[in-house]
């Protein structure tokens, strides 16, 4: 029984709390109070937050068509510069004009170590190239071999009455009594190795860089034409200046033989001693002469 009494009076004093507590009117009070003024504060700052469409700036950026066609015309402006690479190479092709016109006959020079401006060593093709507009097409051309090796820097012919400083050779002449030695190891490697010019029918004025040409008298040049001593009767020898001179005297011999029939060597007159033939370099040499 008084278990039963306990538990009525706690189901009274909870239903009069509950009653106390949750009135209507209290609620809406503290509802109001507590909840309401700050829902309208959060509610109303959020469109002031939308924003979101003023840092749509994104087309702005869209500059870029703009100044990529700026560069891309741009660079054809750079390239007209270029152009200009050609005419630098321009004067390269002087070069062709200096050498193909190479020379007169008139400028030609008669020198120990070639013909200016062609020196021995020469390509034999570019020497014929070179004379040939000069003076016509060679008028003599024969090959020549000296299969026997002296050991001194010499061959010789097989039956030994040639020699020359190649085993293989070329003698060449023009209209004008310009001939020129062609030597080498082989036939198709033939280089310029010597000249020689002689009684000039045809008047070519080829010249020493001193002046000597065939006709020229050793009384007009004492200090420049050297005589060599001896000779072969009326025919003698002597240089000038490198170039080998054959000499001729129409008067006292080069060399004669005295009141007793021995063989002397003599000195003609140099008004009488003239110029018949000139050489320079390496040629053929005969080698059976008798004086």
Known sequence: MVRGAGVVLVSAMLLMSCGSAASPKALDSSVSASTVPPTPSVLTTLPET????????????????????????????????????????????????????????????????????????TPA???????????????????????????????????????????????????????????????????????????????TPLVTADGIGIGSRWADFPTVIDVFEGGCYSSGNGESNGVQLSLYSSGTWFTAFDERGKYINTTPDPADVTVTAMNAGDSEIYLNFDC
């Open 50 to 121: 939308t924003v979101l469409p003023e840092t749509t700036v994104l087309p702005e950026t869209t500059v870029l068509p703009t100044t990529a066609p700026q560069a891309a015309t741009a660079a054809p402006t750079t390239m007209p510069p270029a152009t200009l690479a050609p005419t630098t190479d321009a004067p390269v092709t002087d070069a062709p004009t200096t050498t193909a016109a190479l020379v007169t006959i008139a400028d030609l020079v008669l020198q120990p170590d070639g013909i200016w401006p062609l020196t021995f060593g």
């Open 125 to 203: 093709e570019t020497v014929l190239a070179a004379l040939s507009p000069l003076f016509g097409a060679p008028v003599r051309s024969t090959a020549s071999q000296y299969p026997v090796d002296m050991g001194d820097s010499t061959f010789q012919s097989v039956d030994g009455t040639l020699s020359f400083v190649q085993p293989f050779g070329r003698y060449v002449c023009f209209s004008v009594s310009l001939c020129i030695w062609l030597g080498g190891a082989t036939p198709d490697a033939l280089n310029f190795t010597g000249w020689y010019f002689f009684d000039n029918t045809s008047s």
